[in-house]
Structures are given as structure tokens and as C-alpha cells.
């Protein structure tokens, strides 16, 4: 098993930058493709940006392809989000993904075995 545990969130204003983090523990051995979902309240979660196993590929929604990095360190275990030029419609709780069969990028939530409780992430105008 895996547990992921996300950190980092909180409110902010509009055009601000912050970076949230997820550390995976557990069997890590076992992890592959790892990424970043959001859901926003009264919507449907939907994917953010994910990263390859060996960090060469990544690939992020349209809405935050020019403001958010995506990174991970497989020494560590770990994989952050660095947002910028945030907005209020990025307001969300952000959940970090990790799949144990999909070693590529990819935006399906159905290929993410496990999934951090989330990060709360607010952004006034």
C-alpha cells in the first residue's frame, strides 16, 4: 500500500504563486506515474498535471498549462505543484495521484491506484 499525504495549501490572492508537495510513503517502490487532481466545490473533480516515473514527460490540463510546474523527486518520494499567476477559479481541493500500472503522463483518473485526502487551495480576487 501507499499513502499519500499532501501539504502546502491555503488562501491566497489572485496573481500570487505557491508550490504544494506530496509525499508518498508506504510500498514507493511500487509507484509510477504520479500527478495532481482538483475539485472544486459543486463540480467534478478534474486532472491538473501529471509526470512520467522518470520525470522526462508531463502533460497538464489547458487551464493551467502556461502557470503550473509539475516535479517529483523519486529519491524522495515525493511530487510538487508550483502554481503561478493563480486565480480564483483555481480555487479547489487539490489531491496528489499516484498509479502503480501507468508508468507515462496521463490524464485519466481512472489510472491512479492511489490518492491523497487533499489540499485545500483558495484564491480571492
Known amino acids: 500500500q501507499v499513502q499519500l499525504v499532501e501539504s502546502g495549501g491555503g488562501f491566497m490572492q489572485a496573481g500570487e504563486s505557491l508550490r504544494v508537495s506530496c509525499a508518498a510513503s508506504?510500498?514507493?517502490?511500487?509507484?509510477?506515474?504520479m500527478g495532481w487532481f482538483r475539485q472544486a466545490p459543486g463540480k467534478e473533480r478534474e486532472f491538473v498535471a501529471s509526470?512520467?516515473?522518470?520525470?522526462?514527460?508531463?502533460l497538464y490540463e489547458d487551464s493551467v498549462k502556461d502557470r503550473f510546474t509539475i516535479s517529483r523527486d523519486n529519491v524522495k518520494s515525493t511530487v510538487e505543484l508550483q502554481m503561478n499567476t493563480l486565480k480564483p477559479e483555481d480555487t479547489a481541493v487539490y489531491h496528489c495521484?499516484?498509479?502503480?500500472?501507468?508508468?507515462?503522463?496521463?490524464?485519466?483518473?481512472?489510472?491512479?491506484?492511489?490518492w491523497g485526502r487533499g489540499t485545500q487551495i483558495t484564491v480571492s480576487s
Open positions: 495521484v499516484a498509479s502503480s500500472r501507468v508508468t507515462y503522463a496521463r490524464p485519466n483518473k481512472d489510472d491512479y491506484d492511489y
Open positions: 508506504g510500498s514507493t517502490s511500487s509507484i509510477y506515474a
Open positions: 509526470i512520467s516515473w522518470s520525470g522526462a514527460q508531463t
